[in-house]
């Protein structure tokens, strides 16, 4: 195991009165445990009457999710699709959290957690204020003699990326490590040795789509309460999360098709217009993938916007390489199709989330599954792409990270 580096290059954000090396001890849990879950509940409850949590809509989704009747019913489902089966946690998990998702490290810790196992989570070295905003609030529970041995077992840690040395040390000991990020991160994680018997969960970059069906959406009463969800779905993270989509089929006749756009994206643009401040870069760089993309796919049509935060781009055809051709901010491809059998020669590992709308998702799961396909892990109605679950990217995280008491 490498030694501990020079303790100078490290911030500890929690716990701020510990050793970071004390992790080692904690003995794992039960998955979904009482103290567990009451210590998220807790910490729900703080998040919630926190006055500058109404400020960020991600740090109160986070906290209605840990809520104990949420938890209480993950553990009732896992205990029904795993009858008699007793587990424990299998021991530390290191987090690598992505640095474009301000609170996504705290979904992955807790699915540490909730799996039963000691955490060291790698926070986003960019001043979030949610993050910090979290961590303040995690570090005040944890001064409380009643959540000790949760204390024992949880470490936040912030440090540059290329502090590699203690990359090395968490991995050198770690009994899972979990990388979130783009290709090149996780390859450059993966220099850093982990034990024998230790291994990686991955969530590389992805790509996520979106279907509509033109006539169903038509007869929507509230077109605004879809195009709010597509807007939370899309521009709450300026499209950088993976799950958020860069390529719209429509499906439906034709007429209903170009009803259901001026509609839709009427609406969108009006949010948009009042929510959204499109960075002066982002629009320069939304342009040059236009260009790019007109020059490499050939058959393209910008679709006129008044407003330059919506960049429509209609797509005669769909490029094989659909995965390269993306930009941030409100830029998105369209195919209209006949059916949405014409995807399939497009779906490689890179895609994520299938969002929809006016279709069921037991026909896209079947659909999935008849064809084959090598991707798209996840089907979710629009406006649900960004709601973390225990089983993400096609890992059921509290089976992977526990271990099986035979």
């Not at 993938?289 to 429509?312: D, P, S």
């Not at 084959?372 to 990217?393: E, S």
């Amino acid at each position: 195991m490498h030694m501990q580096p020079s303790s100078h290059n490290l911030n500890l954000l929690i716990p701020t009165d510990s050793e970071i090396g004390s992790i080692q001890a904690a003995r794992p849990r039960e998955p979904f445990d009482d103290d567990t879950i009451a210590f998220l509940d807790e910490l729900s409850k703080r998040l919630l009457a926190e006055p500058s949590s109404r400020a960020y809509p991600d740090v109160v989704t986070f906290a209605f999710w840990i809520r104990k009747g949420r938890m209480r019913e993950y553990r009732k489902e896992y205990r029904e699709r795993h009858p008699g089966e007793r587990r424990l946690g299998r021991g530390v998990v290191f987090h690598i959290a992505p640095s474009n998702v301000p609170i996504n490290f705290a979904y992955s810790m807790v699915a540490g957690m909730l799996a039963g196992n000691a955490n060291i989570v790698k926070v986003p070295s960019r001043d979030f204020p949610q993050a910090a905003l979290l961590c303040s609030v995690i570090d005040d529970l944890l001064h409380q003699k009643r959540w000790e041995a949760i204390k024992e077992s949880l470490a936040l840690v912030k440090y540059d990326r290329s502090k590699n040395e203690w990359t090395d040390y968490f991995s050198s000991f770690c009994d899972v490590r979990v990388i979130w990020g783009g290709d090149e991160t996780i390859e450059d994680v993966r220099r850093s040795v982990i034990p024998a018997r230790s291994f990686d969960i991955c969530f590389a970059d992805r790509y996520s789509l979106c279907v509509i069906n033109a006539d169903e959406l038509v007869k929507e009463q509230d077109i605004a309460s879809v195009a709010r969800s597509f807007y939370n779905d899309t521009y709450l993270f300026d499209q950088n999360a993976c799950t958020a989509p860069h390529l719209v089929v429509w499906l439906g006749s034709e007429q209903n098709k170009q009803r259901a756009k001026d509609l839709f994206w009427d609406t969108v643009k009006e949010i948009t217009g009042i929510e959204y401040d499109l960075p002066a870069v982002m629009a320069v760089d939304k342009l040059m993938a236009f260009c790019r993309e007109a020059i490499e796919a050939g058959q393209v049509q910008r679709e006129l916007m008044q407003n330059n935060t919506v960049m429509r781009i209609r797509l005669e055809e769909l490029p094989q390489d659909v995965v390269k051709v993306r930009s941030l901010g409100g830029y998105f491809n369209e195919y209209d199709a006949e059916c949405h059998d014409e995807i399939v020669p497009l779906v490689t590992k890179k895609f994520q989330t299938l969002s929809y709308y006016g279709l069921e998702k037991s026909d896209l799961q079947d659909f999935i599954v008849h064809y084959r396909l090598v991707g798209i892990d996840r089907c979710v109605p629009i406006g649900r792409t960004l709601d973390f679950d225990l089983v993400w990217d096609g890992w059921d995280l509290i089976t992977a990270m526990s271990r099986i008491i035979g």
